[in-house]
């Protein structure tokens, strides 16, 4: 039998992330991830935008979010040799005047100042639809589709990672602070396993809203640039000269599969964007674990103390893994209490609806 502190069941954002902290706090961990092709981190974009939703707010947290996770990221760069997070401008084309008012209305104000502009020129013209003009924010990239397999040999080389599907009836609960699986005992077991979290039955308290996103890549022949461009579709730049476009959100979906529904609709987004060309090679789609507040979700069930989540990361993954798994990784270690608004008791404390 072999010994560890804790099993992380999940390898995307949320289990990398959680176990690395774990690690520096001094736990031995291992993390058990099926390597599921079209998990959300493996589809994601990897996007940090300072500012959320219509009306251009800050992000939750940003302002300790964004620095913490700049300096994680910039610390794993050097350990992995991958260049992790790259800052950019999101290039934030106008497709309403609404739009364009409510971010003038913020534009280099107040605590917004720091990441909008309103740029001097208006570029991309010969490539872009954008009658309304354009705004900048300062965002930034996080390079999962390296960084994940980068940190999976990592765990690798140091005997850290079961590449393989975790069932659920294996698992044994000892004690309150003992779980064994397969050859594994340990103290605690983390469910980071994203929208799978959703059919565990030890958190069918939690109300989750996973809504699915589809992603098409592109080749937009002649445009190079390092910017993210926004309009009601997201392109982001790629290796080797192309663009991922996406994406959708769907609330209801029979299956996880790309659909030809979606397709049109991020088509037609697409041509409302761009003036020239593009050829589409290929076609994504993943499954985003939301909870219903939007908010992540840690902490330990009430009745099985062994038994933990890290999960709800949404639309924000790449902004908020680090800081909710640095802080959840000191609760554990027992040198924090854990932020209200992110513990999972908050489900079980109230009815569900
Ligand atoms: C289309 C799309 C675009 C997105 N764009 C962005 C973006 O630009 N920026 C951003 O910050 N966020 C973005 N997100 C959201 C982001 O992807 C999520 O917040 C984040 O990836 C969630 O990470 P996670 O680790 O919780 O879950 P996941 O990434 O789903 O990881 C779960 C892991 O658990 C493993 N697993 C599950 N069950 C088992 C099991 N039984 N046994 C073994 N392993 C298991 C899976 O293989 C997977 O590796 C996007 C999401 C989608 C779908």
Redesign the pocket.
Known sequence: MKKVDCII????????MLSWFLMQEGFRVLV?????KN??????????NPVSGRRFEPAWMYDEIYPFAKSTYAELSALLNVNILTERNLWTVFPSEQLRDAFNAKAGKGSNEKYTTIPQDLQYGEYLQQTLGAAIIKGAT?NLKEFLPAYRQYLTNKEALLP?????SALEVISDDEVKYGDYTANQIIF?????GAANPYFQAIKFLPN????LMIRIPGLETSDIIKKSITL?PQPEGLFWA??SFAWKYPDELPTSEQRVHLEEKIQQLLKVPYEVTDH??????SGDDRRPIAGFHPEYPAIGIF?G???????L?PLMAAHFARVIKKKEPLMAEIAVNRYFNKPRR
């Open positions: 069941v999940g390898q995307g954002i949320a289990g990398t058990i991830d099926d390597g599921k998990s959300a981190s493996r589809v994601a974009a990897g996007i940090i996080v393989v599907h975790f069932e659920l980071c396993d994203g929208v799978a699915k996103g589809e992603v982001v996406g994406s994504l789609a993943a499954v985003r674990p999960n990361l949404g639309t924000k993954g790449c902004s893994a």
